[in-house]
T-cell receptor, first 111, second 111 residues
């Protein structure tokens, strides 16, 4: 069964800290993995897309890594800011055009 | 602006009614989707259309009927609404195995 898991479900950090969000998935035969951000009551914003042939992607203070063999991805956020507070969702594509989502990590950055 | 737009943003209706949610994308993507986000914030695929052809139909009640008049539009019609249909419905689009772009969501409340 293809599943995506995110731990922890919630995380609070003081402003300025570096942090790592974790995502794990069953079945290493993925096409790609995407990280999204969702603000309360809002839609999803795509942050980073990693193709199965890639090991990492970077955008500004964000860095996402992919280790297919262990079924894991991490999203690293450097120098966290209160504006980073949101729910972060990991989603995996296997085969057919369909994203399987994790349950998300709710991040709170405390000023 | 290039985007996925869905209307309405909010929909409050009584049990038993029939309602539609519209979705349009101007990104030139070949594939469009409907996702449902339940009260626990978990996102799950409902339908996927590629070039107007249905390619994914998860175990969704047949009261839900998607319609794709062209590859830029994917509408969702729901018959005989039930309390359990209350959720946020997201439209999305993608090209091949590329990044997904999501609409801002339609919050459906059935009373």
């Amino acid at each position: 069964k293809q599943e995506v898991t995110q731990i922890p479900a919630a995380l609070s950090v003081p402003e300025g800290e570096n942090l790592v969000l974790n995502c794990s998935f069953t079945d290493s035969a993925i096409y790609n993995l995407q990280w999204f951000r969702q603000d309360p009551g809002k839609g999803l914003t795509s942050l980073l897309l990693i193709q199965s042939s890639q090991r990492e992607q970077t955008s500004g203070r964000l860095n996402a890594s992919l280790d297919k063999s262990s079924g894991r991805s991490t999203l690293y956020i450097a120098a966290s800011q209160p504006g980073d507070s949101a729910t972060y969702l990991c989603a995996v594509t296997w085969g057919a055009n369909n994203l399987f989502f994790g349950t998300g990590t709710r991040l709170t950055v405390i000023p | 602006d290039t985007a996925v737009s869905q209307t309405p943003k909010y929909l409050v209706t009584q049990m038993g009614n029939d309602k539609s949610i519209k979705c349009e994308q101007n990104l030139g993507h070949d594939t469009m989707y409907w996702y449902k986000q339940d009260s626990k914030k978990f996102l799950k695929i409902m339908f996927s259309y590629n070039n107007k052809e249905l390619i994914i139909n998860e175990t969704v009640p047949n009261r839900f009927s998607p319609k794709s008049p062209d590859k830029a539009h994917l509408n969702l019609h729901i018959n005989s609404l039930e309390l359990g249909d209350s959720a946020v419905y997201f439209c999305a689009s993608s090209q091949a195995q590329g990044s997904y772009t999501f609409g801002s969501g339609t919050r459906l409340t059935v009373v």
